[in-house]
Nanobody
């Protein structure tokens, strides 16, 4: 059974940085698309960034240049490094995964697995 467990959330002032992690277990396939999503109270879920098993990365325009999505395959862990945080980044952050590495964008559906989320709060 595949499990995704996020960690690293917390509170930070605007301009600060946070590092989120998503530890995967039980995933036995060699191909994947994994990503980070976020949902603020009262708002729809939005995609933040993705990476696939080919190493292709994609970022939402709102985070380009400030967020990166590294991964450690040996640890089966996905990260989200967030710099220059803004108050509008306050949300619950989720990682998700699906089998196909093709069209690895957050707006493409078919996400097979989701984590429980980790809360990020950015104060002004």
């Amino acid at each position: 059974q595949v499990q995704l467990v996020e960690s690293g959330g917390g509170s930070v002032q605007a301009g600060g940085s946070l590092r989120l992690a998503c530890a995967a277990s039980g995933y036995t396939h060699s191909t994947y698309c994994v990503g980070w999503f976020r949902q603020a109270p009262g708002k729809e879920r939005e995609g933040v960034a993705t990476i696939n098993s080919n190493g292709d990365k994609n970022y939402a325009d709102s985070v380009k240049g400030r967020f990166t999505i590294p991964q450690d395959n040996a640890k089966m862990t996905l990260y989200l490094h967030m710099n220059s945080l803004k108050p509008e980044a306050t949300a619950m952050y989720y990682c998700a995964a699906r089998l196909s590495p093709d069209y690895c964008y957050t707006w493409i559906g078919g996400w097979n697995y989701w984590g429980q989320g980790t809360q990020v709060a950015v104060s002004s």
